[in-house]
């Protein structure tokens, strides 16, 4: 079978391309193809590394942030966070009858989704302010972890840590070997990143910023606790995101990944300097993984997608064709 119609039957069956099927080179970046995306991840750090040029950036000022949902793993059809939530609305049923006719919870046990999502986020942030307080942090986490043992994503029957993108891995990973320091800045919830990112991307705890909730301290007669409340510490998106990001690094990042328009605050932010760049993941493979931008309520692609048609240093990643491999 010749090249061009094995290419053909990869995306026809829904199947990962090879580095075999696309032009993808095994020692750099190997599940990028050889194109405009892969070309200025090189450039940049070429020229942000490289002490002879005017493009160069010290290595304490090489701070890179990457989004998490759509950007690192996938975000479809709702965001996985949220499908940890809505089992524990299950779990913890029993626990509170009166769930069996309070919205959102009733419909989330009914499986209504759509009826959940009808709520709007006042409905979303009951059900997470439910399920995600009124225990220490070593609690939640061990929840977390022990979901994720088990849970499968109903699409393509995988764990939810099996769905995270290996040309984005590969990306913090060539990154980190070129001394950036990478943040993961992301509207999900920090306490659930933190439990299995580190290990998935190699990122660790305290360079994971997200959204979270207020936390208590107890001295609990010898035994210190840290107890998540029911209460809103920060939203980690839009502006959010840049707020963190200062409060929490304390400098403007020189790179700035994303997926969506709740990106675009830290990207503008991020790129409001010599020597920078942003990129975004644009989710236009149907086959492999799933097909959305302006219309979506979930990863909604619009304005930012707009600014990276008009920017020289902003890039659009484009998944069908620039990824020779997604899981």
């Known amino acids: 079978m010749n090249k061009k119609k094995l290419c053909a039957l990869a995306v026809l069956s829904g199947l990962s391309f090879s580095a075999m099927a696309l032009d993808c080179d095994p020692n750099l970046l190997p599940s990028w193809q050889d194109g405009t995306s892969k070309t200025a991840i090189v450039n940049y750090v070429d ?5 002879s040029k005017k493009t160069f950036i010290p290595e304490q000022d ?3 942030v990457f989004d998490n949902d759509g ?7 709702y965001y996985f966070q949220l499908a940890f939530a809505l089992d524990q609305v299950k779990n913890m049923a029993k626990e509170h009858p009166e769930w069996k006719t309070q919205e959102p919870f009733k419909s989330v046990l009914n499986n209504d989704i759509k009826s959940v999502f009808a709520g709007g986020e006042k409905a979303l942030l009951d059900i997470v302010t439910a399920t995600h307080s009124g225990m220490t942090v070593e609690e939640y986490q061990q929840t977390v972890a022990q979901w994720l ?4 994503d109903p699409r393509f029957d995988k764990a939810y840590t099996d769905l995270t993108y290996k040309p984005m891995r590969e990306m913090v990973t060539y990154l980190q070997d070129h001394d950036f320091k990478v943040y993961i800045v992301s509207g999900g919830g920090v306490d659930f990143m933190r439990t299995w990112a580190p290990e998935v991307y190699g990122i660790p705890e305290e360079q994971i910023i997200g959204s979270a909730l207020k936390y208590k301290y107890d001295y609990n007669n010898g035994n210190p606790t840290v107890t998540k409340l029911g209460e809103i510490l920060t939203i980690d ?11 929490i690094i304390g400098k403007k990042p020189v790179l700035a990944v994303g997926n969506s328009d709740g990106d675009h605050a830290m990207m503008q932010w991020a790129t409001s300097q010599p020597n920078s760049m942003a990129m975004i993941v644009h989710h236009t493979d149907e086959a492999r993984e ?8 979930v990863g909604h692609l619009d304005k930012a997608m707009d600014e990276a048609n008009q920017r020289d240093n902003w890039y659009l990643i484009d998944m069908k064709n620039e990824w020779c491999t997604v899981y």
């Open 237 to 247: 998106d839009k502006a959010g995101k840049v707020e963190n990001i200062q409060h």
């Open 62 to 64: 090489r701070i890179a």
């Open 47 to 51: 020229q942000s590394t490289d002490t």
């Open 149 to 152: 043992e088990v849970a499968k």
């Open 71 to 77: 950007t690192l793993w996938s975000e479809k059809p």
């Open 290 to 297: 799933w097909k959305y931008d302006r219309k979506s309520s």
